[in-house]
């Protein structure tokens, strides 16, 4: 299947200050990456959708202006949680979508865990 | 009401015996069904999708049912290795979003 990549894997913050996560699809192209968040024992919950070259899709509750999406190439998009709290602890999941791929098809990276002190 | 929920478990069985869990979903429009694996702080693996006439794969047997609006996984001779959580997740006709239940945690005990 097709590999998406997360880096990092893990950080460590203190509170206030900005992480940036990145999303590759490394062997084919994803016109569409989804960002979702998943606390212990919960679900996970999608926090936005993003298409190359347009603004990201937020989903109700998230805030866009503290998790800052680019989605500036087929092969790269970034989440940068602002001014990151100790509730922000979280694992953070992009998956990516080939746009010749089925509409529910989504290729998961490896994961964030994120914890801020 | 959750849009998909299942049982959080832990299920324990022992090694070789078989285990099922099912998944329920609330919107009646949803089209696409599946099961996915969550090891422990790793990215969920898609499993297997869940076809209207059910399927197997090896040890594995989906099953949907529209009616009711559930799906089912059943394992078969269960290994050690089968221990995880898995992921009951719904799309809906038309839409690439995915909806993940909280997930049945399953530990195969030797």
């Known amino acids: 299947g097709a590999v998406v990549s997360q880096h990092p894997s893990r950080v460590i913050c203190k509170s206030g200050t900005s992480v940036k996560i990145e999303c590759r699809s490394l062997?084919?192209?994803?016109?569409?990456m989804f960002w979702y968040r998943q606390f212990p024992k919960q679900s996970l919950m999608l926090m936005a959708t993003s298409n190359e070259g347009s603004k990201a899709t937020y989903e109700q509750g998230v805030e866009k202006d503290k998790f800052l999406i680019n989605h500036a190439s087929l092969t790269l998009s970034t989440l940068t949680v602002t001014s990151a709290h100790p509730e922000d602890s979280s694992f953070y999941i992009c998956?990516?979508?080939?746009?010749?791929?089925?509409?529910?098809?989504?290729?998961f990276g490896p994961g964030t865990r994120l914890t801020v002190l | 009401r959750k849009e998909v929920e299942q049982d959080p478990g832990p299920f324990n069985v022992p090694e070789g015996a078989t285990v099922a869990f099912n998944c329920t979903y609330s919107n009646s429009a949803s089209q696409s069904f599946f099961w996915y694996r969550q090891d422990c702080r790793k990215e969920p693996k898609l499993l297997m999708s869940?076809?209207?006439s059910g399927n197997e794969d090896g040890r594995f047997t989906a099953q949907l049912n529209r009616a009711s609006q559930y799906i089912s996984l059943l394992i078969r001779d269960s290994k050690l290795s089968d221990s995880a959580t898995y992921l009951c997740v719904v799309n809906s006709k038309g839409n690439e979003k995915l909806t993940f239940g909280t997930g049945t945690r399953l530990t195969i005990i030797p």
């Open positions: 062997d084919f192209q994803a016109t569409t």
């Open positions: 998956s990516a979508r080939a746009g010749t791929g089925r509409l529910h098809e989504q290729f």
């Open positions: 869940v076809y209207s």
